[in-house]
């Protein structure tokens, strides 16, 4: 069942010296960065961060045991903390973090410091403080939101947003204990709570155990949303169906819990609506399955080269599990980034319409989104799923488009006053368009040998039918797939019919395409002229369709009504009456000609542009000299 | 015995006849070419009470008439015979078995004074040939489509079966010719299309997909709205007829719960939990009568190599009706019945009431009070549609028209004219009544108007014309 495994360790880990008596590891969330410090960085501290370039070593005195060691942003100044007690105060520190290059913030038993660090001067200025009881804090570095626990239980939390030299309060707010305790003592624990941002907002979650006491069979997952301003809210609930030790990380936007017992996990997509159940209620996506099962790789350092890989021994207990998606195994000194492996979903979830919406919101979606698509048009693909399929790509397709439109008229209107210039709408992967679906699905499923070519057809209809209902402008190649697949199955009513009722959308290619079916479908030369003349820009093609059929008089009287005579070329109607062999015929277009000639130029006869002379004299000799109209005196 | 309809004349005592059937008969020469075996030739005769010898009579002189003239074009015998009182068509629609149908041409009756019998007056010219050549081709498509060809027949159970079969059918669907109303629209025997926008149509080809998918056994299906064809899985020579067989009888018979509306008694079926206005117009009336038969009637229809006979189903929702076909060697079952009723029920009533509320959306945007009303007949031999603003409602027995029948007559002449040649033509007649009529062929189409106005000349005509080709029919290449 290896292709169910829907969790996966990225294939190239950190690689850092493993944890022992003489060598300290430390994770800065912030960077990213794992230091590895021997001997309290006398023998060396090595950095490795999530690539190459942000790796350092270097040493440094040994004063004493690190407590927490971190770079500012961008490796720009360090910071060591080797006690636990600070200097000035009697207060704790409980730790620091750099919230800019320059800026960093001090987190106390009593409150919390902001300071800019001036590295020339080699001194601090306090921009701000708070005194505050803090039990421990967690910090967000992606929004630079650091949140603290307060009160006795702790479960009042408060956060503190950070941004250019200020320090921002937001609004407090209080998570709801399972069981309140008597007396009073601290009851959340910092392993219980996690930040992490989901689809672009802030969202605080909080590990809800079960109790017994408090009627909750299992635990589940409270997700509070963290807005920049206004007030906290709870919003989503992650129900686990099960009790046990808990680890949380957010990949794709997706929440992932790691359950230790089962060594299995579980992932969570806030976006999901559950039909059955109240609006933020949320059951696992997929059912549990354990992390892809991982080797370490020969060139480990812990592997002499002739040995096979080990297996990596997942969900253990020294695990460490970091925000967003990393996972450290100090022991064993890698770093992972977990990753969601799309493929096992689409074996997973059987309901295709709510795969569509899972997968959609993926990240690296496309491939896996066209292989639904190729996989629901195949031999037990059903209709109505297929039309969910399409429906939810286009609603996707259709936003993209629309965006870009506005986009465009924004443009084109001018930069905007005062307003922010407007963002190019970002295409993702999601949005998979005709061409996609042309290239990967449609044209090799029309060949496709032991489909039904009346489920073709009904597929094709299903995709023009959704384009239509979205209101997204049908290709010109789908409808001529649509056309190749009929004509092919000699369903040439079929076809009639379609474009009869304007099914497939006029345009100059599909005229023409219908021109060349003439031979085998007669009745495709007045659809192809019908569509030319809707077209109204495809006068000349008519005439060149009717003169092309020996039907002079009718181009000549359809190039009249729709005013255009005075510019046609009249060498091009006398080759073809003269083609026809009807000397009438010729007569008349001739004179007719003639006729224009003496009203627009004042005289009957030809210019030499334009090439009549062999008609004049072809006229002569039919009909003598005298049968040419005369130049009128007046 | 005549089948008369008096239609009283103006002022005058006179009484006017309509055209109407004298006789109807097949026959097929080769089945008695011996003396005294003559009666084996005739396959059915109407009306059947006719003495014997006179049948023998009448076919023998038909027989002569198309031999006779077959030594002038071998391939196109005589199509109809022109007397004082009657005419006579004659159509091989099969190797050797001919239709004939004698049609008495209208008359005036004139009472004359002094208690001496009236005078008749035959109108010999009145009647088209094209209209009634029509109509015994039709005739016969008709019998094709409930029976297969006459070789079928033969095939199956030779000349006894075969007379058994024309007799079983014509007998009764002879009843329902209306000689009297057959006009120019016979002659096309054409399909009104209903008008859709692209979106409601995409839907509708997603139901019947849907359907066809669900229920495989569904060959093809058609549908229709308000008696107008929407959709056809048929090839359009079927669905002609099928389509004639629909819109004059079937349906007809079945309007009046319709007329009734959505207030009548006639309750909706629970399907699920979705209510549906669906029922079966063929096959069994009540689903939830255990002694309900689940029959339907067969029709036999073109393929690639030769005929097959499917059952039709035709199962109708509010305006929305959906034909459905299958193979006749399957036997359909109340399960069966059950699951079409209970999958195509609730959306075909879903439907109608979109394609419903789209048709009055539409007609609200067009404003059709504010288009001048144009009285005119278009046709186009390429998809067979046809649009009439000269015919009511036809219903099923009578087929009403809004103009005079000199006025209908006038359009039929035309449409001879038309047929004579290929080119691209225009007639514009001026009729003793001061009304206009003007007859437009373009390539494959044809279009003829009945103006109303006095006073007009030539060039105001053309321009009313002109008007309402480029209102009507400015989406479609109709040459000026």
Redesign the interface.
Known sequence: MSEEHYLELCENPVQFEHASSVNNVFFDEANKQVFAVRSGGATGVVVKGPDDKSSVAFRMDDKGEVKCIKFSIGNKILAVQRTLKSVTKNASVLGFCWTNWNEIVFITDQGIEFYQVFPDKRSLKLLKSQSINVNWYQYCPETTVILLSTTVQGNVLQPFAFRNGTMCKMSKFEIELPVVPKPAKLSLSERDIAMATIYGQLFVMYLKHHSRTANSPSAEVVLYHLPREGACKKTHVLKLNTTGKFALNIVDNLVVVHHQSTQTSLIFDIKLKEPDSAVNMHQPVLPARSIHPYRIPLAGPAVVPSQPPVPCQLYSSSWSVFQPDIIISASEGYLWYLQVKLPPAVILLQDKGKLMDFLLRRRDCKMVILSVCSQSTGEKGSLPVVATVFDKLNQVYKEYLEAEQTYTAAMESGPSRGSAAQKRPVRTQAVIDQSDMYTHVLSSFTERKGVSHKFIIAVLMEYIRSLNQFQITVQHYLYELVIKTLVQHNLFYMLHQFLQYHVLSDSKPLACLLLSLESTYPPAHQLSLDMLKRLSTANDEIVEVLLSKQQVLGALRFIRSVGGHDNVSSRKFLDAARQTGDQMLFYTVFRSFQQRNQRLRGSPSFNPGEHCEEHVVHFKQLFGDQALMKPSTV | MLMISPRMASGMQEKQYTPSLLNFFIYNPTFGPREGEEEKKILFYHPSDVEKNEKIRNVGLCEAIVQFTRTFCPTKPAKSLHTQKNRQFFFEPEDNFWIVMVVRNPMIEKPNKDGKPPTVEYQEEEILDTVYGAVVRECYSMYKLFNGTFGRAMEAGGVELLIQKLEKFFYRYLQTLHLQSCDLLDVFGGIS?FP?D??T???I??FV??V??SLSLIKYTAFLYNDQLI???L??DDMRILYKYLTTSLFPRHSEPELAGRDSPLRPEVAGNLLHYGRFLTGPTNLKDPEAKFRFPKIFVSTEDGYEELHLIVYKAMSAAACFMISASVELTRDFCEQLDGLVGPQLTLLASDICEQFTVNRRISGPEKEPQFKFIYF?H??L?EKSTIHMRKTASVCLTSVHPDLMKILGDINCDFARVDE?EEIIVKAMTDYWVVGKKS???ELYVILNQKNANLIEVNEEVKRLCATQFN???F??
């Open positions: 299309f859709l692209k979106m149509y995409l839907k080809q997603s997909n849907r066809e998918e959709w056809s899985g090839e359009q186009n390429m998809n549609a691209d390539d494959q189409r989406n479609i290449f040459l000026d």
